[in-house]
């Protein structure tokens, strides 16, 4: 017995090097931070056309553009932002209900909800033969300058080449908790994507690298705060951003107000 122990005493020290080794290379990762709280501020309140289910919401030079929804009823819209009043517009056809909207090389494109169709403008609302055909629900759309982002009421966004309408990234978006679905209305904003989460009061900020939610706006009895009766309207929808004065515009579906707001 006394040949063999020396050889068991070493297998022993090995099997304890080895178990170290394994408990030492199993460190935890870090845990995922809660969305910080975003504050804000309201500057105006302009009125709002309560007709108007808006699906789209954008700024672009000046020129402020609506997409609504609804079949019969959705349209594309110029609107003067201070009296609410439409200033242009180009109404969809029957069969379609209108969403998102983006404007990337000159061209506005407008996304439908389940027809899986893709409108294309110019920028004085003129159609262009150019159409597309999109597989899967549309809901927001936004552009980071190159790609058009579409969601589709999921948590991914997808990253998709304006040309040839082919997805070219898709992203999924978390927080603390996991994935968060329901992304709806997005804009761009210096780097980062703001979003609707549908049948919410939430707008969350997400990092387009990681996915990940780093800050949520809590805009719940917003109208009421404002004393703006809301018997008839709907979720909150609707996100354009001016980089002039770095402020936001923010609406709802049928919503009679649309608030210019500067997040603190």
């Known amino acids: 017995m006394k040949h063999y122990f020396p050889l068991l005493v070493l297998a022993l020290g090995l099997a304890a090097c080895n178990n170290n080794t394994d408990t030492n290379s199993n460190h935890s990762l870090p845990a995922i931070s809660a969305p910080a709280t975003l504050n804000y501020t309201v500057l105006n309140v302009y009125p709002h056309d309560t007709s108007s289910f808006t699906e789209g919401l954008l700024l672009h030079e000046g020129r402020f553009l609506e997409s609504t929804g609804n079949k019969g009823r959705s349209k594309l819209l110029e609107v003067d932002v201070k009296t609410g009043k439409i200033k242009k517009s180009v109404k969809l056809s029957y069969d379609y209900f209108g969403e998102g909207i983006s404007i990337l090389n000159g061209k506005i494109y407008q996304l439908t909800y389940q027809e899986h169709k ?45 040309e040839s309408f082919k997805i070219e990234r898709t992203l999924g ?58 018997s ?3 979720v909150l929808n609707g996100i354009a951003y001016n980089p002039t004065s770095k402020t936001f515009y923010i609406t709802g579906k049928w919503w009679p107000a649309l608030f210019e707001i500067k997040f603190n």
């Not at 597989?135 to 304006?162: A, C, Q, R």
């Open 118 to 162: 893709v409108f294309v403008y110019d920028m004085n609302f003129k159609k262009l033969p150019q159409e597309f055909e999109w597989p899967y629900e549309g809901w927001g759309m936004t552009t980071d300058g190159k790609s058009l982002i579409i969601n589709t009421g999921g948590s991914n966004l997808y990253f998709v080449n304006p």
């Open 232 to 234: 008839s309207s709907d």
């Open 173 to 230: 978006v978390s927080n603390n908790n996991g994935y968060v679905s329901n992304i709806n209305e997005m804009e761009w904003v210096d780097g980062s994507i703001y979003a609707n989460i549908w049948q919410t009061n939430e707008i969350i900020k997400i990092n387009p690298q990681t996915g990940l939610v780093e800050a949520k706006a809590d805009f719940t009895n917003l109208l009421k705060k404002s004393n703006i009766p809301d």
